[in-house]
């Protein structure tokens, strides 16, 4: 097969990954076909067999690549989540906001149908530990204080749907529009945290009324989204 070059002096497993990373974008091998074995790939590469192998193994890691003992390694992505992820990196703390609104907001109809009594016990603790820090630090009350907390929130809201592809995107985009906020406009202009709206979230949820619950996300977002949009119209008028 044509494209595969002789990996540089840089870093041999760096340059493999890179290699076969590209190999699989372009469609070398489609999904669901097995690779070459490590002994071909290193011909192609003029690297050692355990150069192959570590460049394999962080494939495999990043979800492009299955390994299958006895069979061999299996194509399963042609496209890297760490360059879908690194994209979203580099999206406006708005864009972010607002799939995290969508992630939430189904998430809050499925835990409505889903929730159990510890899921509902992880929420009400979540939220009370957030209203002693509030109480504790009311000159920082809804940011950095009550950060940690509120993320342990939000998370036991998703997890409460009990679909793990959801919960791990969640977590990603959870993080993300902490970073994405505080990056754009610093600690000290963070949107307060509602206890009230909060606790409404947990007792639609509780009622097992999917559209409650979602009415309730939705109200909840709408706080941060507004204080966003408000922060992003003054700096636009400072430029």
């Not at 990196?89 to 609104?101: N, T």
């Not at 902490?178 to 754009?184: F, H, I, K, N």
Request: aromatic content about 2%.
């Amino acid at each position: 097969m044509e494209g595969l070059q002789a990996a540089g002096r840089r870093s041999l497993v760096d340059e493999a990954i890179e290699q076969l990373r590209e190999q699989l974008a372009a469609g070398a091998w489609p999904v669901g076909s097995r690779i070459p074995t490590e002994h071909e790939l290193a011909e192609r590469l003029r690297v050692g067999r355990n150069t192959v192998r570590e460049a394999i193994r962080v494939l495999v890691h990043a979800g492009m690549l299955v390994s299958r003992q006895g069979e061999g390694t299996f194509v399963r992505s042609t496209s890297d989540p760490a360059s879908v992820l690194r994209g979203v990196q580099r999206s406006g703390v708005r864009d972010v906001l607002e799939v995290r609104a969508a992630l939430e907001t189904e998430a809050a109809r499925l835990a409505a149908e889903r929730h159990t009594p510890d899921d509902l016990a992880r929420m009400r603790a979540a939220l009370a530990r957030e209203a002693e820090v509030m109480a504790a630090h009311p000159e920082r009350a809804g940011r950095e204080a009550t950060v940690e907390h509120d993320l342990e929130f939000h998370t036991a809201i998703v997890e409460a749907a009990h679909n793990p592809a959801l919960t791990e995107v969640y977590r990603y985009f959870g993080a993300s529009v902490r970073e994405s906020m505080r990056a754009a406009f610093g600690d000290h202009e963070m949107p307060e945290v509602a206890i009230g709206t909060h606790a409404a979230l947990v007792d639609a949820i509780e009622s097992g009324d999917p559209e409650r619950a979602e009415a309730a996300c939705r109200a909840l977002l709408a706080e941060p989204t507004a204080a966003v949009e408000q922060l992003l119209a003054e700096i636009a008028a400072r430029k």
